[in-house]
């Protein structure tokens, strides 16, 4: 285990109860000082109340969380170096925008001076570019504007770890895309550590530094975002993080992937897997041609559907004896007049290293 002096935040064999119910069980979880982190997974997975427990909202049933190499169980939430940023904001309406960012310096003791509170307010509002709104109410800013706000009031007192409980879930598409620039260029300039709560694959995997996927209560893959997409550790990591076609299939000693259908492909990486198998293959991984016949290394089928993404297409093609494949095209790749149609016979290539392969 790394030295507790390069974390932030550490997980040392944690367990959550709530009496015959268990939320989480058994984590060890390593935040390195600075990191973006976020706790990926399913509703009712443990993500949130991992949160809660590094916040001190909730204590651990077994073992201990510790915040820069300091055990933090029975430590109240308003003694602990770390903001929450909550998915609904939490602001005051009562208060302009520089009241409810000053509003957690305005309890702090030792009381501060009203000149230092003052400054410390707009110098937060200056970092999430609302220099100049201090005097606004909360009604008259936009939802973006409102997330900053929550945002500069988290990070006025300095804290060592700022906790993020969904928060762009409210916005709209186009603007959640800024908030999730905006977040990662805060969280560079501050230098503090991040962990985001999300359920969002693509939220998590354009905005951190490491993912951790939880799946009912337990940690199943830790690592960087690219890792986590390229290497899955399970069939429900592959099924979870982006899209994945699930293909039953048998491995035999050589290595070789012998598809339901009867196709046979070399797949070095099988992970030791021999005998019934499932495998994951993305649908970008696939190169789909037209008037495919069967071989080696192709794949015979025909389109059943397409969806016009813009920037890409997505094909649903029927194979005999394996079901659909959804197959992603690069429209970078393709003319307008070269849009595949539902109906048309089609070849689907890929590389088989390609084929993540799971044990069933």
């Known amino acids: 285990m790394t030295s507790a002096s390069t974390n932030d935040i550490e ?29 990926l997974g399913p509703s009712g997975c443990g993500k949130t109340t991992c949160l809660r427990m590094i916040g001190g909202f909730e204590q651990p049933s077994e073992g201990t969380v510790f915040i820069s190499g300091e055990p933090m169980n029975g430590v109240a939430a308003y003694r602990r170096p770390v903001n929450m940023v909550f998915q609904h904001y939490a602001l005051f309406p009562h208060l302009d925008v520089e009241q409810n960012v000053a509003y957690g310096l305005r309890q702090m003791r030792p009381r501060i001076a009203a000149g230092e509170i003052t400054r410390r307010a707009q110098e937060a509002l200056e970092m999430v570019r609302l220099g100049g709104f201090g005097k606004r109410r909360i009604h008259e800013m ?19 770890v700022l906790l993020l409980d ?48 939880m799946n009912a209560g337990r940690i199943v893959q830790v690592g960087p975002p690219q890792e986590i997409y390229d290497r899955p550790a399970s069939l429900f990591v592959a099924d979870f993080v982006g899209k994945s076609n699930r293909i039953s299939a048998t491995v035999d000693g050589n290595a070789s992937v012998r598809f339901a259908n009867g196709a046979r492909f ?21 190169h789909l ?15 059943t559907h397409r969806i016009f993404l813009g920037s890409a297409v997505e094909y649903s093609v ?15 790749t393709l003319g307008d007049g070269e849009l595949v149609e539902p109906g048309e016979k089609v070849g689907l290539a890929f590389d088989p290293n390609a084929l993540h392969v799971f044990p069933v």
């Open 11 to 39: 997980f040392r064999s944690v367990a959550k109860r709530y009496g015959a119910v268990t939320a989480v069980s058994d984590i060890n979880l390593e935040v390195p000082r600075g990191a973006f982190m976020a706790l």
């Open 142 to 160: 936009s939802g973006g504007q409102q997330q900053r706000v929550a945002l500069a009031r988290a990070i006025v007192n300095k804290p060592k």
């Open 166 to 213: 969904e928060p762009l879930a409210a916005l709209d598409k186009k603007l959640r895309t800024a908030m999730q620039i905006e977040l990662q260029t805060l969280q560079r300039d501050l230098g503090i550590t991040f962990v985001l709560v999300t359920h969002d694959q693509e939220e998590a995997l354009s905005m951190s530094d490491f993912v951790c996927v």
């Open 266 to 286: 070399s797949a070095p990486a099988v992970n030791g897997t021999r005998g019934a198998a499932m495998v994951a293959l993305r649908p970008e991984a696939i």
């Open 289 to 303: 041609t037209r008037n495919g016949a069967a071989s080696a290394d192709t794949l015979a089928g025909t389109v």
């Open 318 to 332: 029927a194979v005999d004896g394996l079901g659909d494949f959804l197959v992603t095209a690069d429209r970078r």
